[in-house]
DNA sequence: AGTACCACCTGACGGC
DNA sequence: TGCCGTCAGGTGGTAC
């Protein structure tokens, strides 16, 4: 799940249930996720202190420590968090655990173990060593067009290109480009201004209506591409089968009817 | 620079 | 029922 309105949402929810706790304890269940730092080290980092502030950026979910530095998550393909107070209710792969002082804990549960858990003292430095670019709801539209007028290659790869810009994942990709009725193996290049345009519009919407729907495939619009991307379900605009292809080895879907590629359409 | 391919890791699902 | 290949929403390295 973890794409860009994934990680706002669990945001929201570090939010409600953790922000503000003085943490008590911290249980390292994996250590394998961890990136730079150890167990010990981290329960020395955090025990006793609060967390106070809160930042994403792209997929990264950054959690300010007071006294200092940041905790930086990162949920790879099955993260997430979730609060619980009685021991029975600990998630079933939990990594890590923060117990707070007064009761309850936070579980960060990564069933695959693709996500990180890091601290950072400078963020800003972080995100420029891993080269993580602007968040995606951060660009506005002249920004956007902008980034996107040098870049080569084929669009879909583009927009999950977390330098080009951050957040973006294979889902959401194939859902914007649905909306801005653009085929994924388009060549950026090809794309005009207008089509740029139109594709940060499609952004803006596709990742706001996400959040709102608290980034639950169940709630989303019924005629978005999502929910149809099953074998043999149809276009929910057109009617016409949906198609499948591979894109840098993702499982991509479209309509092939409703995005065309822009070479094909500006020959006519 | 862009792309293809492999690896990391675990579990669910379909076919035989 | 059981085994096995395939697939999954992310990222990083390597080689062309």
């Known amino acids: 799940m973890p794409e860009l309105p994934d990680v706002e949402v669990f945001g929201r929810y570090f939010e409600r249930h953790a922000l503000e706790r003085t943490v008590e304890a911290v249980e390292v269940k994996d250590a394998s996720l961890l ?24 997929k990264h979910l950054a959690v300010a420590v007071d006294g200092g530095g940041w905790v930086v998550f990162h949920f790879g393909m099955t993260g997430f968090f979730r609060y619980f107070e009685a021991e029975a209710d600990e998630p079933e792969h939990a990594r890590v655990l923060f117990r707070f002082k007064g009761g309850g804990a936070l579980a960060y549960d990564c069933q695959r173990k693709f996500g990180e858990v890091r601290l950072v003292q400078d963020l800003e430095a972080f995100y420029r060593a891993k080269e993580v670019g602007p968040d995606a709801l951060s660009l506005d539209r002249d920004a956007f067009v902008q980034r996107f007028s040098d870049k080569r290659g084929r669009i879909k790869n ?34 005009l201004g207008a089509d740029l345009r139109r594709l940060h519009d499609a952004m803006r919407e596709v990742l706001e209506e996400a959040i ?16 149809h991307r099953l074998q043999g379900d149809c276009c929910p605009r057109c009617g016409e089968p949906l198609g499948k292809m591979e894109i840098n080895g993702r499982p991509t879907w479209l309509c092939p009817e409703c995005q065309q590629k822009a070479a094909v359409l500006y020959q006519h």
């Open 212 to 227: 709102r729907s608290d980034a639950n495939p169940e709630a989303l619009p019924a005629d978005w591409l999502l929910p």
């Open 158 to 191: 583009a927009l999950m290109d977390q330098s080009l810009l951050a957040g973006v994942g294979n889902v959401y990709a194939d859902e914007i480009l649905f909306h801005a009725r653009i085929h994924p193996e388009s060549a950026t290049s090809d794309l």
């Open 35 to 58: 990136e730079n730092t150890s167990g010990a080290e981290l329960a020395r980092v955090l025990t006793g202190k609060r967390f106070t502030d809160l930042q994403r950026r792209g």
